[in-house]
């Protein structure tokens, strides 16, 4: 019989592999969204200097970063970048705030134009780091959106027209689908085109655009191209001057 208050040596080794486990969790999940794998690796090297035990995953893709969150484990914060393949503006912040809300995203751009800023707020960014920003800047940025804040960089103006943030808020109503089914009404798609992109049936594209003509408050598909936009107009160099 073995001594009270003694453990066995293979009991000894499963305490030491619980506590090894649980001094191993990461503390913070990170998903960084980029299509330059350089600048992926700097801003990970960065992270993982700033926040001890986090775990950080990339995408070069916004169909990565849905791939990711889609498996429902939980990430902490979402860094993107707006200008990348196949994303018009800030179309692929407004399809991530729709399919997942309960993750925060923050913006990281290489513009730094006071409009893109406020806009990407509006479309509901956590913050907006330039990719200019030193390494404590960012410290600073995501520890203010870890704790729930809204972080932009010193001296930007979020105030907007009343009107205007009223026309973004409604755009922010779309659906995921409802998003992807917009910027192909922008770029000129027809119904039968936009269905056969999204595998659908025509009938569900046109409940589609009657859902987004009756959230964005129009009566047209010319009038939803205007208000699209407002999300498109985040395409750089072609920022709208101030």
């Known amino acids: 019989m073995r001594p009270r208050g003694r453990t066995s040596a293979a009991e000894h080794s499963t305490i030491i592999e619980d506590r090894t486990r649980l001094s191993v969790s990461p503390r913070h999940r990170f998903v960084i969204v980029d299509d330059h794998p350089l600048f992926r690796g700097a801003l990970r090297q960065v992270l993982e200097g700033l926040f001890p035990s986090v775990a950080i995953e990339e995408a070069g893709a916004l169909e990565g970063v849905v791939e990711i969150l889609g498996r429902g484990e939980e990430v902490d914060l979402v860094l993107l970048d707006l200008a990348m393949p ?20 923050v913006v990281v751009s290489a513009t730094e134009e006071p409009g893109a800023i406020r806009r990407s707020i509006e479309f509901g960014a956590s913050g907006f780091i330039p990719k200019s920003l030193g390494t404590e800047a960012i410290h600073g940025a995501v520890t203010a959106v870890l704790a729930g804040d809204v972080w932009t960089p010193t001296g930007v103006d979020r105030g907007e027209d009343a009107g205007e943030v009223a026309a973004v808020q409604r755009l922010a109503t ?26 659908v049936s025509e009938a569900t594209v046109k409940a ?8 964005l408050g129009v009566e047209s598909r010319t009038q939803a191209v205007i208000a699209a936009g407002r999300i498109t107009a985040g395409q750089w160099p072609a920022m709208v001057p101030e």
Do not use: D
């Open 86 to 105: 196949g994303v018009r503006g800030f179309s692929g912040l407004l399809y991530l705030r729709a399919q997942f809300p309960a993750v925060p995203v």
């Open 174 to 199: 779309l659906t995921p689908q409802q998003v992807r089914v917009l910027m192909m009404l922008s770029e000129g798609l027809l119904n039968k085109q936009i269905a056969y992109e999204l595998s």
């Open 208 to 215: 589609h655009v009657s859902a987004i003509l009756q959230k």
